[in-house]
């Protein structure tokens, strides 16, 4: 098979769960990075982008990389250092950034991108959607040329930073609510399926057993990950992000259902809450705008990450 | 056995509604409940209909439960009925006969459930199937009513997504703000939600086999149900979401569900009447108030609603 690759722009806050992602990407034929872009989420602007540049170094990313804005759309940031460390990628020792930083902003090098491209780029989203909700107001005769928005954010049943809402909504409810707003076909892995991509203890074994340095940096992330997320009541490390990469490599993994899912930015317990309706389930009329994965194979979803960081040469 | 049966001392506050009046035919026939008296609210159909069909009810079992008026409308949201489900009369269109002699007001539903809850001195349990403007009000009148209920078990809400709207249930979206009051009165509270009584699915079989005993009960509950039946689409069966609540307040054993933080969103545009339940999330709320009915043994349900409407 011979097949042109899906181009990409990266939009993240690394993170542990986005450095799997952006290594699952990396590693797949089917896909090619056209550009990186950071937000503030996981950490401040400073350390994802920093982390970025540390983790593009270590995976041999050359796609440009943009700085996004130092906080959300309206609301001042918060962070999740309880979940991934002061450094926002806390454990293993990585290599200093050795890849330029572009001097476009995260917003200018998605609409370079895009305007470049001559077919529609797809935008895998892993963290807050501030770049892409700001790119939706600033360029919105670009809107045709997004093919789609791959996110990991929400959760059509419930929350987590929140009862009602989850992390990277919660962070930016307003350019959330843009996004969904905006008819670009858009792919939402929820806190519905990414609860249940766990990785387990005998999973990262299998990664360290690979031997690479990319495989002892990547079991490293993944032990970090994993020992929090015990220490919190989990089964396992729920690996939120790569779920957002692998609904476009390996559809066949997931159930997804169709939802129309509406932004709350108001509301006393609700702010950032991302609420689904599917047709015919309540008295309203509802269309479609996300296809929601709902569960995943996770064996299959496993397997796929193990054979990415094998692809690793070094 | 039967001494050892917990009795529980029941008002049942209702907007009959096609469901509520399968929640009072079961109550009633249920030896583990003994009711004091039912208080009607303005819900699925307005309140004079909810009041006489609660007394439509009364004659058709052969009881004279005293019935209360409460509120004719919510607090602050506009009315919204549900002919859809309930037909315009409330019980899916079948034809009721009244008691004789029935009053045009009466005492006002919260001053009657505060002096029976007082003279009972915290055995009151209610059992509420409508919006939850009535229990609100009294909340609001009488603050020291929480010391004199035992519980409430309520048919509203969901830990997950609604049906009134994508994140709202009917009864606490038609007065989230009356739902808020109750979520926030410290009294024990029971919530029966969409999680488990979108399980409590009567199928058209079901239907037909309980209606075909033939007495007056037995039509009621086949000829109302056939409205909310026909309303849904995809045709699963009709959910008797108000007859859980009462089973749950006699035979909790039917049931399983767990202990949560619940808050009732008021201030939200697409979240209005969301029922928050901090059940499944990494942060909770600092509270537990509310134990939340998440499944039912559908067969024993079912079973168990066929014996109640048949022992009429």
């Known amino acids: 098979m011979n097949r042109t690759p899906i181009p990409v722009i990266h939009d993240c806050d690394p993170g542990h769960d986005d450095a799997m992602a952006l290594l699952l990407s990396q590693a797949a034929p089917e896909i090619e990075i056209r550009a990186i872009t950071t937000c503030c989420g996981n950490q401040t602007i400073e350390k994802t982008t920093y982390n970025t540049r540390r983790i593009c170094t270590l995976l041999g990313i050359d796609a440009p990389i943009g700085m996004g804005r130092p906080g959300p759309m309206l609301q001042d940031p918060i962070t999740a250092a309880n979940i991934h460390g002061q450094s926002g990628l806390d454990g293993p020792k990585l290599p200093e950034p050795a890849v330029p930083l572009s001097t476009l902003s995260a917003v200018e090098l998605m609409a370079k991108t895009l305007e470049e491209s001559d077919e529609p780029v797809t935008i895998i989203s892993t963290g807050p959607m501030t770049n892409t909700g700001c790119l939706l107001l600033a360029h919105p005769e670009l809107k045709p040329k997004i093919k789609r928005i791959s996110m990991m954010g929400g959760g059509i049943k419930h929350g987590n930073w929140s009862p009602a809402a989850e992390f990277n909504i919660l962070v930016d409810p307003e350019a959330a609510d843009i996004v969904f707003r905006s008819g670009v076909p858009i792919t939402m892995a929820g806190l519905d399926v990414t609860l249940k991509a766990l990785i387990l203890e005998a999973d990262i074994a299998r990664i360290r057993a690979i031997g690479t340095r990319i495989s002892q940096v990547v079991a490293d992330w993944l032990d970090f990950f994993y020992e929090f997320h015990r220490k919190i009541g989990y089964r396992g490390a729920p690996l939120h992000d790569p779920c957002a990469v692998a609904a476009l490599l390996r559809p066949e993994l997931f159930d997804m259902q169709d939802y129309f899912v509406q932004i709350e930015t108001q509301g006393e317990f609700c702010r950032g809450a991302t609420v689904g309706a599917q047709p015919g389930k309540t008295d309203q009329a509802v269309v479609p705008n996300a296809t929601c994965l709902m569960d995943v194979d996770r064996q299959g979803f496993v397997d796929l990450i193990v054979e990415a960081v094998e692809s690793y040469e070094n | ?312």
Request: hydrophobic share 40%.
């Open chain 2, 1 to 312: 056995m039967k001494t050892e049966m917990e009795r529980h001392i029941v008002w049942l506050d209702c907007d009959t509604g096609t469901d509520d009046a399968q929640a009072i035919l079961c109550a009633n026939a249920l030896p583990e409940l003994e009711i004091v008296a039912i208080s009607a609210v303005a819900g699925n159909v307005e309140l004079e209909k909810t009041y006489r069909n609660a007394l439509r009810l009364n004659r058709l079992m052969g009881t004279d439960f005293p019935v209360y008026q409460g509120a004719e409308k919510p607090w602050l949201q506009p009315q919204h009925t549900g002919y859809r489900y309930h037909g315009e009369n409330g019980l899916g269109g079948v034809e009721l006969p009244l008691p004789e002699n029935v009053p045009e007001t009466t005492k006002k539903a919260w001053d009657a459930l505060y002096e029976k809850a007082k003279e009972l001195g915290g055995a009151l349990e209610i059992i509420a199937t409508g919006p939850l403007t009535n229990i609100g009000t009294a909340l609001m009148k009488y603050p020291d009513l929480p010391r004199f209920i035992r519980r409430i078990v309520l048919m509203g809400g969901s830990a997950t997504g609604g049906n009134r709207t994508p994140a709202a249930e009917y009864n606490i979206f038609a007065d989230p703000h009356a739902a808020d009051a109750v979520f926030r009165s410290g009294i024990p509270l029971v919530m029966c939600g969409l999680d488990v009584t979108m399980q409590a699915i009567f199928t058209e079989e079901d239907l037909i086999r309980i209606g075909s005993k033939g007495t007056p009960a037995a039509r009621l509950f086949h000829d109302a149900l056939l409205t909310p039946l026909r309303a849904q689409e995809g045709g699963e069966g009709v959910k008797l979401h108000d007859a859980v609540a009462v089973l749950y307040a006699a035979r909790p054993e039917l049931f399983w569900g767990q202990m949560a933080g619940v808050a009732v969103e008021t201030r939200g545009t697409v979240t209005m009447g969301k029922t928050v339940t901090d059940l499944w999330s990494d942060k909770k709320f600092p509270f537990k108030n509310a134990f939340v009915v998440l499944g039912l043994d559908n067969e024993a349900f079912v079973r168990t609603v066929q014996e109640l409407i048949w022992s009429y």
